[in-house]
């Protein structure tokens, strides 16, 4: 899970969830705390997701 | 004869605006030169004039990739330089993107020439190479007073239309571009020469280094998440406060392995980053935000996980040398592995 994609893409990672910012990839302060915690899991279920999902090579799942 | 326009990128550190806390600012401009455009302007003499610096936040340029390149681009053109300096960037992550994602725009819009400075190791080389011509650095600004010499001495070359030796005489790092030249000997004797002194033992020089790929075959997926056991690793530098193990805000040359027992809930009270390379006061405020704890705990009490393992593992991926990360991950796997963890969940600012 990260902000810089192309910099996942660059170093070889195989299964990449793009996330909201460098600061707080997990996180959106400008929420207010029951938005925010639902934004964050909204994307670790992406993360699980993609780990059940079978890729032939580096996938973005946006 | 009039003298060349120049343009150079900055970041805002470099482009003396401020710190981590000002990595979010979009695009401007100032006229002529401005912190190490003052040094390379000396450099460059009475041929050259930096026109104007472009300076932009590493935060903002990398999370809106597409804009940043646009806004830069515009900006930039509208001062008509024959060649475009971006940095040196270093070993800075977000800033040699930057500056090898400007070297990109500019190359392929505007046509002209581009000089920048990297450490070799910075991701923005790997993803930018063909772009511009990047003099090697050092991986710290402890290494600025050599590289603006050399970038100023190969920019004046490449504006006056000097004939370019290779790469490695002109003191840039190899865009892969192939060249003809003239030999005494053909390919056939070179490549039988080269052979017998590999037999012998001897020193040889391939005259086509093979690209490095890290790459590794995709895991196959787990079977069913309801059961796995899930381990969260981050590069992002979450630590117990007071950072234990002295992690390194920069250039980490450790790891730490912290204990998520009983933990619910990441706050402020209890955990924080050590991490140098971002705005750290979001993460100081709910490392959830880095290490998504609070939501994995509820996933683990729903059922939707098997559980959540009950050590994190921390470092801080600020300017890290690829020796060191290579070292952290074989270890931290070989423990995973060894726990019975089915699935890692990395996440990276």
């Given at each position: 899970m990260c902000t810089i994609v192309p910099i996942s893409l660059t170093v070889g990672a195989n299964r990449i969830v793009p996330t909201v910012a460098i600061p707080h990839p997990l996180g959106?302060?400008?929420?207010p705390p029951a938005e925010e915690r639902a934004l964050r899991r909204r994307l670790v279920e992406k993360a699980l997701e993609a780990l059940t999902t079978e890729v032939d090579g580096q996938t973005v799942f946006d | 004869m009039s003298k060349f326009r120049v343009v150079h990128y900055l970041n805002q550190f470099f482009g003396q605006v401020g710190g981590e806390d000002k990595a979010n600012i979009p695009p401007f401009t100032k006229e002529g030169p401005v912190g190490p455009g003052m040094a390379l302007q000396g450099i460059l003499g009475?041929?050259?004039?930096?026109?104007a610096t472009v300076i932009c936040g590493d935060s903002w340029f990398n999370e809106n990739i597409e804009a940043a390149k646009a806004q830069v681009l515009e900006l930039i053109a509208g001062y008509k330089p024959d060649l475009v300096i971006a940095g040196p960037?270093?070993?800075?992550g977000r800033y040699g993107m930057a500056c090898g994602a400007v070297a990109e725009a500019v190359s392929q819009n505007l046509g002209i020439p581009v000089i920048s400075g990297i450490y070799p190791e910075n991701p923005g080389l790997e993803m930018y190479r063909r772009h511009a011509m990047f003099v090697k650095t050092g991986d710290?600004?402890?290494s600025m007073r050599t590289a603006l010499p050399a970038m100023g001495k190969l920019a004046l070359k490449v504006l006056k239309g000097e004939e370019l030796g290779a790469p490695e005489e002109e003191g840039y790092i190899p865009r892969g571009i192939r060249q003809n030249i003239v030999t005494e000997k053909r390919g056939s004797q070179r490549a039988v020469e080269m052979l017998l002194a590999k037999l012998r033992g001897e020193e040889y020089k391939t005259e086509y280094p093979m690209p490095q790929f890290d790459r590794v075959a995709p895991n196959p997926a787990l079977r069913d998440v309801t059961k796995a056991k899930i381990a969260l690793v981050t590069s992002?530098?979450?630590?117990?406060?007071?950072n234990p193990d002295h992690i390194?805000?920069?250039?980490?040359?450790k790891y730490g392995k912290y204990s998520l027992e009983g933990v619910t809930d990441l706050t402020a009270e209890t955990h924080a980053t050590a991490?140098?390379?971002?705005?750290p006061v979001y993460a100081n405020a709910d490392a959830d935000r880095v290490l998504p704890v609070d939501v994995l705990r509820e996933l683990e009490q729903e059922g939707k996980i098997g559980s959540l393992h009950r050590y994190f593992y921390a470092t801080v991926?600020?300017?890290?040398s690829v020796a060191n990360a290579r070292r952290f991950a074989e270890e931290i796997a070989r423990e995973l592995k060894q726990d019975g963890v089915d699935a890692v969940i990395l996440t990276s600012t």
């Open positions: 959106n302060p400008e929420l | 009475d041929d050259a004039e930096i026109v960037a270093f070993n800075a710290s600004a402890a992002g530098g979450i630590v117990p406060k007071g390194e805000s920069s250039s980490a040359s991490h140098g390379g971002y705005d991926g600020n300017g890290t």
